[in-house]
């Protein structure tokens, strides 16, 4: 059974983590995913499903940690402030390799900052943002579809790797309203036999731990997290390419951005500039290997976000600065034109031309 | 004809505590698994670790464990509970988990009557890191960051964690029991037992503190240790079931 429906970014996230078989979930309100939570509110009881407002984000997460712990797809959400209270659980839930769905959408920071969309969350989502050696599994939708796509492949490879999967929005894409497919899937029953859901007809109890006392057996836990790491790598990078062929420019932009920066080259294509756009759908892993292989054609990049330039560090070390790395961005909520974005592009190529000269 | 009569529960692995000599946690630990032995609900009980000396929980119950992060067993627990509406799960914290780092979800726990069952140890100290003030050491003890002894003016007076949840509606049971003698082993285990039972019923959330010795931290051998808490902790603590709602 297929369905389109008009609803918010925010909503897209519920309506598809239950029809991914998320039968939990709680939170703690904050704008803007706070119709995710309201949405989850008010679902979940009319499918059996539990929703929770728990008294915080720690709570809220450590919830999580006990639900998926006893074996069940669990999800929550919350936006910057609340992601932040939340990573010493998500390191929790790395360590213990419990998997489950975090949904950010990020605003404005640092601190209190604002409920405006900004993707300044970038390196806490990828590069750990609590403690130890970790990785989550990070997507960035830019459509509404696409946060109810990547919301359902979230639990799938949350299952499959037995790891965090964070989606990564912001204020923009929570907000806004788009047309949705809702594809109803056939559910794949997952074996967890891992869990701690009490011993039944086992006989050797299920721990969910991620305390190593022994220096040796700490070292071999995260050689083994490591291990994984790198499979993932291999197997679930995941971008989106437009007219990059004969690019001289490329633009690199996720999320929210990428859309903007979409209309931009389009502009400058339609002004006969060799422009494309780049856009990493999976944050980590990076696409890294795809990057390089188009740093090698192509005569530059720019990077933009919402941001002062996160996501810029990772263009760079994937192209392995073969190419000059540009960047343009906007802070605290405010959203660039794709006119700003434009003008950037021109001003690249045509000094680019100007060198050649 | 021989018959055993006294066996180690099946709920205890055959592992060695690494507890201190002469600290409690270790009696309490055989109480629970007993209980559970006794209610029969070991295939179905799924335990709640905290972070402090009983961390290893795991290793020593014989039976599914989580281990939660400092402070937030409850918030775990409410989780497992509610993928697994049937089974016993219960948490086991110390008071610095339980009294302040997760004061917080202890009280929501309580709030939302969530049906768990908390064994909270109050040993009036933090052990395993060695000593420090908790928020139940007494007056004037002395601790490794309350080296003048515990000081109200500044830093406040001991929290009675019993009192404070037997407030809260959604609390079912509420009880506290030392293991100083047999006697008050034995009250330990009625109270253990009712609120594991509790639980099993169905009902609202229940908690038992039991006031415990920490020798090592305390400085004291594990005779001096248990006078200690006798003639301090329970004029500070009295015992009692401070909640029986029903029962009352
Ligand atoms: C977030 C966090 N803060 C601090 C610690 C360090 N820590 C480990 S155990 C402990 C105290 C535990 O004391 P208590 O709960 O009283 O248990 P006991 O050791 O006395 O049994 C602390 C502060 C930690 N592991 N995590
Ligand atoms: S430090 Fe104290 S609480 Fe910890 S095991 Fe030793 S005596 Fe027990």
Redesign the pocket.
Known sequence: MSETRLMKGNEAIGEAAIIAGCRYYFGYPITPQTELMEYMAKRMPQIEGVFLQAESEIAAINMVYGAAGAGARVMTSSSSPGISLKA?GISYCAGAELPCVIVNIMRGGPGLGSIQPAQADYFQATKGGGHGDYRNIVLAPNSVQEMADLTMLSFELADKYRNPVMLLGDGALGQMMEPVNLEEKPLVSQEKPWAANGLGERTKPNVINSLYLKPEQLEAHNIHLQNKYQKIIKQECRWEEFSVEDAELIVVAYGITSRIARSAVEMAKRDGLKVGLFRPISLWPFPSERLLTLAKQTRAFLVAELSAGQMIEDVRLATRQMKPVHFYGRMGGMMPSSREIYNQVNLIVREKKEAVK | MNSKLYARPESLTDAPFHYCPGCQ?GIVHRIIAEVIDELGVRKQTIGVA??????LAYDYFNFDIVQA???RAPAVATGVKRVCPDSTVFTY??????A??GCAEVVHAAARGERITTIF?N?A?????GG?M?P?TLVDQVTTTSPYGRNVNQVGTPLCISEMLSTIKGARFIARVAVNNPSNMAKAKAAIKKAFQLQNNGEGFCLVEVLST?PT?WGMTPVEAVKWLETNMIPQYPLGVFKDAGGE
């Not at chain 2, 905290?50 to 961390?55: E, K, Q, T």
């Not at chain 2, 914290?93 to 339980?98: C, I, K």
């Not at chain 2, 100290?125 to 890191?129: A, E, Q, R, S, V």
């Open positions: 010493e | 946690h905290p972070v402090g000396c009983s961390v992060s400092h402070g914290q110390g008071d610095g988990d339980l302040s780092i140890i040993n100290i933090y052990g395993m890191t420090q908790a139940t920490c931290n």
